[in-house]
């Protein structure tokens, strides 16, 4: 069934980088959006950057020049880079698969916490 399972959260001082990881199965990975959600406590889930099939990338403006979305197909994972986090960055970070306009894929969702 699918799957999706990120990894690579905890916890880090402000200026500091992480890299998560969201590794996924039981789907088409190639031919579907993925992208990077956050909520952080009290928040809405927002966006924070996607990359569709063909590698074109959007992010929020929040996080544009600092995170970094990739994605590997062949080996099934899309990661965020995050550099120079900031305490505004704390949050959980949600993979979400996308194909059109179909029902999307949520992982569970890993936590990131940036305290000094």
């Known amino acids: 069934q699918v799957q999706l399972v990120e990894s690579g959260g905890g916890l880090v001082q402000p200026g500091g980088s992480l890299r998560l990881s969201c590794a996924a199965s039981?789907?088409?990975?190639?031919?579907?959006?993925m992208s990077w959600y956050r909520q952080a406590p009290g928040k809405e889930r927002e966006l924070v950057a996607a990359?569709?099939?063909?590698?074109?990338?959007n992010y929020a403006d929040s996080v544009k020049g600092r995170f970094t979305i990739s994605r590997d197909n062949a080996k099934k994972m899309v990661y965020l880079q995050m550099n120079s986090l900031k305490l505004e960055d704390t949050a959980v970070y949600y993979c979400k698969a996308r194909y059109m306009g179909w029902a999307p894929y949520w992982g569970q969702g890993t936590q990131v916490t940036v305290s000094s």
């Open positions: 039981g789907f088409t990975f190639s031919m579907y959006a």
């Open positions: 990359i569709d099939s063909d590698g074109n990338t």
